[in-house]
């Protein structure tokens, strides 16, 4: 009897039943530099991933001809790490363009989920560690508010596009002094200024009632007692080399994103941009971010290339006097006048 091609995988129509293809493909097949240069991840790493992901992958994938865990885990490694959904990468791993979309899409949602596992302030403060950095005591975390640069909404919505002009998610991060991304929030259109972004954070609502250390975000920032900004004028030497320790230690979330934007190329902005929705760029960057951590935290390197331009200066906020924090301008000066006098 003859089978109606409407029900057949668009896989075994492009490359047939013979062929290495969905649950078939055999990672101890190839080599650990295959892996490495296809997927940019180690085979022992790749292998953790798979059983971490594998109940949500098999839970998306109820069908008669599913793709296996191992298939989908590869295919959105491969365009998470090139940003490319190219034939070349399917043909490595033997699926369609159509089906690669469709790995990347259930990945991606399994990672979603596997963020509030991964990506949390509920640990130990780290001050030592950042205090070896520069010297400057008592940080929880850094801050910083970043931009993904995406397709444009098909809507006349104006709020993604920032100041640079150009459409974009804004993606605030806070991490400690190894990379560890503490928190990250991807879902923020890039119009929004990043004053405003905090404001309406998570981290903003976690933090309004800790008694014990300070974010540290640059001069795009107001002074709170829980967030130390840079001393706007600098006079004397304390307040220098206040500033300088705040850089030097404020850089770990600048180079931390430049690691996860050269590891996972689909976010970097210079080769191009999501093609796709707010929303759906918002998941792929955040399940990025939890990749990062999850790499982390297996040993894996957080810094994967080193700054050799200039750091951008960022705008200072230009705060009205009755927006300014005493309290915490007492406490600047008393953190300046014990550690950098």
């Given at each position: ?64 001809r599913a793709i296996s865990p191992e298939v989908q885990v590869l295919a959105a490694l491969g365009f998470y790490t090139s940003g490319s959904f190219q ?255």
């Amino acid at each position: 009897m003859a089978i109606p091609i409407a029900i057949l995988d668009c896989d075994l129509l492009l490359h047939g039943r013979g062929s290495k293809i969905l649950d078939r493909f055999d990672l101890d097949s190839v080599s650990d530099n295959f892996l490495l240069t296809n997927f940019g991840f180690p085979r022992d790493f790749i292998l953790y991933l798979v059983d971490l992901l594998r109940e949500a992958l098999c839970r998306r994938t109820q069908r008669s001809r599913a793709i296996s865990p191992e298939v989908q885990v590869l295919a959105a490694l491969g365009f998470y790490t090139s940003g490319s959904f190219q034939t070349s990468m399917g043909d490595t791993i033997g699926i369609s363009q159509a089906s690669m979309s469709r790995c990347v899409s259930n990945v991606t949602r399994a990672l979603v989920e596997k963020a509030p596992q991964f990506i949390t302030f509920n640990r130990e403060p780290s001050f030592e560690e950042f205090e070896r950095v520069a010297g400057f005591p008592g940080v929880l975390g850094v801050l910083d508010c970043v931009q993904v640069a995406i397709k444009a909404p098909n809507s006349e919505d104006s709020t993604y596009v920032n100041k640079k002009g150009f459409h974009s998610v804004a993606c605030q991060l806070v991490c400690d002094a190894r990379g560890l991304l503490l928190s990250t929030e991807t879902h923020w259109p890039g119009g929004l200024e990043d004053t405003i972004v905090l404001e309406r954070s998570a981290v903003h609502k976690h933090l309004q009632d800790n008694k014990e250390g300070w974010l540290l975000g640059d001069g795009r920032y107001p002074l709170r007692k829980w967030l130390m900004t840079p001393v706007e004028r600098p006079e004397s030497p304390a307040e220098f080399q206040y500033n300088l320790a705040h850089v030097a230690t404020h850089e770990i979330v600048d180079r931390t994103f430049r690691a996860i934007q050269t590891r996972f190329r689909c976010l970097d902005g210079t080769k191009g941009y999501l093609q796709y929705s707010p929303e759906k760029s918002s998941s792929i960057l955040l399940a990025c971010c939890v990749l990062h951590n999850i790499s982390l935290q297996s040993g894996l390197d957080a810094w994967t290339l080193e700054r050799t331009e200039p750091l951008e200066q960022p705008k200072i906020l230009d705060q009205k006097p009755e927006d300014r924090d005493s309290e915490a301008e007492e406490l600047r000066k008393q953190i300046i006048h014990k550690h950098f006098s």
